[in-house]
Each structure stands twice: as C-alpha cells, then as structure tokens.
C-alpha cells in the first residue's frame, strides 16, 4: 500500500549548517507531497507542498522537490536556524480523489546555538 | 481567527472510562479528521468526515466513535479507555473544495489512560 519512509532522527546541527532530510513514498500514482513542522506543543503546521513532478515547494528557506523516478522529496535548507528545532514530517495527499493524508514518523530536528 | 480547537489539552482516564475529546473548526472545513501521534510511527488516521452526516474508518479506528452532526464538531469518543490508548490526538480539517488542500491541526489532546 502506499507509504511514506523519512530519516529516522534525531539529528542535531549546529547553527547555520546544511540540513537535508530524506523522504521517500510509495503511492500508485502521482500524490501532491507535502512537509509539515510541529513545534513543541503544537499541531502540525504545512511547511510547503509539490503537487506534481518537477515541481519545486518553498517556503522559511526551505526546499523540497517532487521527485518522480527516484519517488523522493527531500527537505533541505541551506543554513539552519536554533528556531528551526522541531519534529518534520514528510506526508502524501491522497490521490484516489479522497481526503486521506499518509504521514511518515516524523525527523526530530535539534538546533545548537 | 481560531482555526481548529481542540479541548481538553490534557486528560488523564483510568482504564475503561469513556470520555469525548471535543474539535471545532471556524473555516467551514468540509473535510475533519482525528490522528493519533505515537513516538516513531508517526500520524495515524483513526476516522474522518467528508461532510456533516458522513464519517468512515480510517486506519486504527477500534475502541472509537465519531460523530458529524455539524460542519463545525467533530467530537471523537472513548468507549472504553485501554493503556494503549495512551496518546496525543490531533484533529485536522481540509477544504473539500480545493484539490491538494493541506489539513489545517489543532494543537493537540494528551491523552494518560492508567
């Protein structure tokens, strides 16, 4: 069935360093991808979304594009931010017409001033 | 501009109590949802709603209940709390109405059963 596979974490940067966190999906299909951010005790926010191949989301100086042959959508971010620490999710849309979100589990991201 | 509301924040049950574990949304959402966040596995779909009078079951929705008599609520039941029940639940609503629109969260119920 489909699914959503991103790095286990937790990963810890120090300030200003590259970030690159790896998603992968299966889906029959091509689903709109999107990467969420949950901040300490908070709900999940969208952070940005790709709704087709090649496609380039962005948004806070992150990126991620829709990659159709390697099925991957990778979040990246050229210098992170001590307020960029949170947990990142990698989720597809449902692309049957439906409404159904499938999330992966979820990259804790830390942060060092 | 609310959003989505969820109440209560925290709740602690004793095993087999039931409780409701309230969702309001102010967007005129068509689409809800209740998630449940466990560490290492993510978000899963417990039920959803496409629209006032219609719900369905999503990927774990036994030992639940759910009801959409408005567009606005959609309350999610506890029939008979279980330790395994233990949870952060997170209601989310989507436009029917846009293709590819996001869920929209709200912050969160911490469930304790003991």
């Known amino acids: 069935g489909d699914s959503v596979t991103q790095m286990e974490g937790p990963v810890t940067l120090s300030e200003e360093a590259c970030l690159t966190i790896n998603c992968t999906y299966t889906a029959t299909g091509y689903p709109s991808l999107f990467w969420y951010v949950q901040y300490p005790g908070e709900g999940l926010q969208l952070l940005l979304k790709a709704t087709k191949a090649d496609d380039k989301g962005s948004n806070k100086g992150f990126e991620a594009t829709y990659r159709k042959e390697t099925t991957s959508f990778h979040l990246e971010k050229g210098s992170v931010q001590v307020s960029d620490s949170a947990v990142y999710f990698c989720a597809q849309g449902d692309n049957t017409g439906g409404f159904k979100t499938i999330f992966g589990a979820g990259t804790r991201l830390f942060v060092k001033a | 501009n609310a959003g989505v509301t969820q109440t209560p924040k925290f709740q602690v049950l004793k095993t087999g109590q039931s409780m409701t574990l309230q969702c309001a949304q102010d967007m005129n959402h068509e689409y809800m949802s209740w998630y449940r966040q466990d560490p290492g596995m993510g978000l899963r779909l417990i039920h959803y709603?496409?629209?006032?009078?219609?719900?369905d079951q999503g990927e774990v929705p036994n030992g639940y209940n759910v009801s959409r008599s408005t567009t606005e609520d959609f309350p999610l039941r506890l029939l008979s709390a279980a330790p395994s029940q233990t949870s952060v639940y997170f209601c989310?609503?989507?436009?029917?109405?846009?293709?590819?629109?996001?869920?929209?969260f709200g912050n969160g119920t911490r469930l304790t059963v003991t």
């Open positions: 989310a609503s989507s436009s029917a109405g846009q293709k590819n629109s996001p869920l929209h």
């Open positions: 709603s496409v629209g006032a009078g219609i719900t």
